[in-house]
Protein backbone atom coordinates (compact mmCIF):
# COMPACT_ATOMS: atom_id res chain seq x y z
CA UNK A 1 0.00 0.00 0.00
CA UNK A 2 2.88 2.22 0.66
CA UNK A 3 5.09 1.55 -2.52
CA UNK A 4 5.82 3.50 -4.93
CA UNK A 5 6.91 2.09 -8.50
CA UNK A 6 8.84 4.46 -10.89
CA UNK A 7 9.82 3.28 -14.33
CA UNK A 8 12.40 3.08 -16.34
CA UNK A 9 15.36 2.54 -14.00
CA UNK A 10 17.56 4.17 -16.94
CA UNK A 11 16.82 6.71 -19.83
CA UNK A 12 19.58 8.04 -22.23
CA UNK A 13 18.32 11.06 -24.18
CA UNK A 14 20.03 13.29 -27.17
CA UNK A 15 20.47 17.18 -26.72
CA UNK A 16 16.58 18.61 -26.98
CA UNK A 17 14.80 15.30 -26.33
CA UNK A 18 11.84 15.00 -23.83
CA UNK A 19 12.24 12.04 -21.19
CA UNK A 20 9.49 10.49 -20.05
CA UNK A 21 9.50 9.27 -16.21
CA UNK A 22 6.64 7.43 -14.95
CA UNK A 23 5.48 6.52 -11.34
CA UNK A 24 2.40 4.41 -10.56
CA UNK A 25 1.48 3.66 -6.45
CA UNK A 26 -1.67 2.16 -4.67
CA UNK A 27 -2.38 3.56 -1.62
CA UNK A 28 -4.95 6.66 -2.81
CA UNK A 29 -4.85 8.02 0.91
CA UNK A 30 -1.62 9.97 -1.06
CA UNK A 31 -2.15 13.78 -1.71
CA UNK A 32 0.98 15.23 -2.26
CA UNK A 33 3.60 13.68 -5.30
CA UNK A 34 6.93 15.41 -5.64
CA UNK A 35 9.49 14.72 -8.12
CA UNK A 36 13.53 15.20 -6.42
CA UNK A 37 16.45 15.42 -8.88
CA UNK A 38 19.82 13.84 -7.42
CA UNK A 39 23.43 14.81 -9.06
CA UNK A 40 25.91 12.61 -8.11
CA UNK A 41 27.71 12.88 -4.62
CA UNK A 42 24.74 15.06 -3.48
CA UNK A 43 21.57 15.29 -1.53
CA UNK A 44 18.04 15.25 -3.35
CA UNK A 45 16.59 18.39 -4.23
CA UNK A 46 12.73 19.47 -4.94
CA UNK A 47 11.87 20.09 -8.36
CA UNK A 48 8.34 20.28 -8.72
CA UNK A 49 5.14 18.80 -7.01
CA UNK A 50 1.85 17.84 -7.57
CA UNK A 51 -1.61 17.57 -6.09
CA UNK A 52 -3.86 15.68 -7.19
CA UNK A 53 -6.68 18.27 -7.68
CA UNK A 54 -4.62 18.89 -10.64
CA UNK A 55 -3.47 16.95 -13.52
CA UNK A 56 -0.96 18.73 -14.88
CA UNK A 57 1.63 21.24 -13.44
CA UNK A 58 4.30 22.64 -15.16
CA UNK A 59 7.65 24.68 -14.22
CA UNK A 60 10.14 26.00 -16.55
CA UNK A 61 10.85 22.93 -18.57
CA UNK A 62 9.38 20.32 -16.30
CA UNK A 63 5.97 19.07 -16.46
CA UNK A 64 4.38 16.44 -14.02
CA UNK A 65 0.96 15.04 -15.65
CA UNK A 66 -1.36 13.24 -12.94
CA UNK A 67 -3.80 10.54 -13.85
CA UNK A 68 -5.65 10.16 -10.65
CA UNK A 69 -8.13 7.35 -11.67
CA UNK A 70 -4.87 5.51 -13.10
CA UNK A 71 -3.14 6.38 -10.08
CA UNK A 72 -0.22 7.50 -12.12
CA UNK A 73 2.23 10.69 -12.42
CA UNK A 74 4.99 11.30 -14.83
CA UNK A 75 7.66 13.66 -14.93
CA UNK A 76 8.43 15.59 -18.65
CA UNK A 77 11.28 17.23 -19.11
CA UNK A 78 11.19 19.31 -22.15
CA UNK A 79 14.45 20.51 -24.18
CA UNK A 80 16.53 18.63 -22.41
CA UNK A 81 19.82 19.19 -22.35
CA UNK A 82 23.08 17.78 -20.87
CA UNK A 83 23.35 19.39 -17.39
CA UNK A 84 19.64 17.97 -16.51
CA UNK A 85 22.08 14.58 -16.22
CA UNK A 86 21.00 13.37 -12.84
CA UNK A 87 18.86 11.00 -11.04
CA UNK A 88 15.26 11.31 -10.71
CA UNK A 89 13.43 10.29 -7.83
CA UNK A 90 9.20 10.32 -7.67
CA UNK A 91 7.64 10.18 -4.07
CA UNK A 92 4.46 10.53 -2.45
CA UNK A 93 3.30 11.15 0.88
CA UNK A 94 -0.70 11.91 2.92
CA UNK A 95 -1.81 14.06 5.41
CA UNK A 96 -1.91 13.00 8.67
CA UNK A 97 1.21 10.57 8.44
CA UNK A 98 3.86 13.50 9.25
CA UNK A 99 4.44 14.24 5.85
CA UNK A 100 6.70 11.21 5.51
CA UNK A 101 7.86 10.78 1.82
CA UNK A 102 7.79 7.37 0.36
CA UNK A 103 10.13 7.32 -2.88
CA UNK A 104 10.07 5.57 -6.06
CA UNK A 105 13.71 3.48 -6.98
CA UNK A 106 14.52 6.10 -9.24
CA UNK A 107 15.74 6.89 -12.96
CA UNK A 108 19.16 7.34 -14.35
CA UNK A 109 18.63 10.38 -16.69
CA UNK A 110 21.51 10.76 -19.39
CA UNK A 111 21.40 13.62 -21.72
CA UNK A 112 23.97 13.47 -24.63
CA UNK A 113 25.28 16.60 -26.38
CA UNK B 1 20.46 30.64 3.91
CA UNK B 2 22.49 27.77 4.88
CA UNK B 3 21.80 24.42 4.12
CA UNK B 4 21.36 20.79 5.81
CA UNK B 5 25.30 20.32 6.73
CA UNK B 6 26.11 16.51 7.39
CA UNK B 7 29.76 15.08 8.44
CA UNK B 8 31.43 13.02 8.03
CA UNK B 9 30.89 12.78 4.11
CA UNK B 10 32.55 9.47 4.06
CA UNK B 11 33.43 6.78 6.76
CA UNK B 12 34.84 3.20 5.31
CA UNK B 13 34.59 0.49 8.66
CA UNK B 14 34.65 -2.73 9.42
CA UNK B 15 31.83 -4.70 10.12
CA UNK B 16 31.01 -5.20 14.37
CA UNK B 17 32.93 -1.63 14.52
CA UNK B 18 30.56 1.47 15.77
CA UNK B 19 29.91 4.92 13.80
CA UNK B 20 28.30 8.11 13.98
CA UNK B 21 26.70 10.40 11.85
CA UNK B 22 26.38 13.64 12.75
CA UNK B 23 23.57 16.37 11.01
CA UNK B 24 22.50 20.27 11.20
CA UNK B 25 19.74 21.08 9.73
CA UNK B 26 18.43 24.47 8.40
CA UNK B 27 17.75 27.42 11.21
CA UNK B 28 14.50 27.03 12.46
CA UNK B 29 13.48 24.26 11.03
CA UNK B 30 11.22 21.55 13.35
CA UNK B 31 11.15 18.23 11.59
CA UNK B 32 14.38 16.62 10.91
CA UNK B 33 14.74 13.06 9.19
CA UNK B 34 16.94 10.52 8.70
CA UNK B 35 17.08 8.40 5.55
CA UNK B 36 19.18 5.79 4.35
CA UNK B 37 19.53 5.31 0.75
CA UNK B 38 21.05 1.91 -0.56
CA UNK B 39 22.89 2.16 -4.06
CA UNK B 40 20.56 2.41 -7.00
CA UNK B 41 17.24 2.47 -4.64
CA UNK B 42 15.59 5.55 -3.35
CA UNK B 43 15.43 7.11 0.41
CA UNK B 44 14.05 5.06 2.72
CA UNK B 45 12.71 6.65 6.22
CA UNK B 46 14.78 5.56 9.07
CA UNK B 47 13.44 8.07 12.08
CA UNK B 48 11.74 11.08 11.96
CA UNK B 49 12.13 13.45 14.91
CA UNK B 50 9.86 17.02 15.61
CA UNK B 51 11.79 19.38 17.80
CA UNK B 52 13.48 16.87 20.32
CA UNK B 53 10.73 14.33 20.11
CA UNK B 54 10.43 11.05 17.79
CA UNK B 55 7.37 10.99 15.57
CA UNK B 56 8.07 7.63 14.33
CA UNK B 57 10.84 5.30 13.86
CA UNK B 58 9.33 2.07 12.77
CA UNK B 59 11.60 1.55 10.26
CA UNK B 60 14.63 2.21 12.46
CA UNK B 61 16.56 -1.39 13.52
CA UNK B 62 16.80 -0.66 17.18
CA UNK B 63 19.11 -3.40 17.80
CA UNK B 64 21.90 -1.96 16.12
CA UNK B 65 20.67 1.46 14.89
CA UNK B 66 19.59 4.41 17.55
CA UNK B 67 19.20 8.65 17.19
CA UNK B 68 18.65 11.43 19.12
CA UNK B 69 18.16 15.31 18.76
CA UNK B 70 19.00 16.99 22.24
CA UNK B 71 17.55 20.46 22.02
CA UNK B 72 15.41 20.19 18.99
CA UNK B 73 18.30 21.28 17.13
CA UNK B 74 21.18 18.83 16.03
CA UNK B 75 21.34 15.11 15.51
CA UNK B 76 23.26 11.76 15.60
CA UNK B 77 22.61 8.75 13.93
CA UNK B 78 24.41 5.73 15.24
CA UNK B 79 25.63 2.44 14.40
CA UNK B 80 26.71 -0.23 16.65
CA UNK B 81 27.98 -2.86 15.51
CA UNK B 82 27.41 -2.51 11.50
CA UNK B 83 27.54 -5.18 9.29
CA UNK B 84 28.05 -5.70 5.60
CA UNK B 85 24.94 -4.34 4.75
CA UNK B 86 24.66 -1.26 6.57
CA UNK B 87 26.63 0.42 3.51
CA UNK B 88 24.68 3.08 2.03
CA UNK B 89 24.26 6.90 2.06
CA UNK B 90 22.89 8.36 5.21
CA UNK B 91 20.79 11.28 4.27
CA UNK B 92 19.67 14.02 6.67
CA UNK B 93 16.65 16.46 5.72
CA UNK B 94 14.20 18.89 7.83
CA UNK B 95 11.55 20.52 7.02
CA UNK B 96 9.96 23.95 8.68
CA UNK B 97 6.98 21.76 10.61
CA UNK B 98 5.54 18.21 10.44
CA UNK B 99 2.38 19.06 8.53
CA UNK B 100 2.71 22.35 7.15
CA UNK B 101 5.60 22.97 4.94
CA UNK B 102 6.10 19.49 2.92
CA UNK B 103 9.01 20.52 1.27
CA UNK B 104 12.36 18.69 3.29
CA UNK B 105 15.69 19.92 2.18
CA UNK B 106 18.40 17.14 2.47
CA UNK B 107 21.80 17.29 3.05
CA UNK B 108 24.50 15.84 0.97
CA UNK B 109 25.08 12.71 2.77
CA UNK B 110 27.33 10.38 4.48
CA UNK B 111 28.81 7.71 2.33
CA UNK B 112 29.68 4.44 4.70
CA UNK B 113 31.15 1.76 3.49
CA UNK B 114 31.50 -1.83 6.04
CA UNK B 115 34.49 -3.93 5.19
Known amino acids: QQQVKQSPQSLIVQKGGIPIINCAYE??????FPWYQQFPGKGPALLIA?????SEKKEGRFTISFNKSAKQFSLHIMDSQPGDSATYFC????????????FGSGTQLTVLP | EAGVAQSPRYKIIEKRQSVAFWCNPI?????LYWYQQILGQGPKLLIQ????????DSQLPKDRFSAERLKGVDSTLKIQPAKLEDSAVYLC?????????????FGPGTRLLVL
Open chain 1, 27 to 32: NTAFDY
Open chain 2, 93 to 105: ASSLSRTGAKTQY
Open chain 2, 49 to 56: FQNNGVVD
Open chain 1, 91 to 102: AASRSGSARQLT
Open chain 1, 50 to 54: IRPDV
Open chain 2, 27 to 31: SGHAT
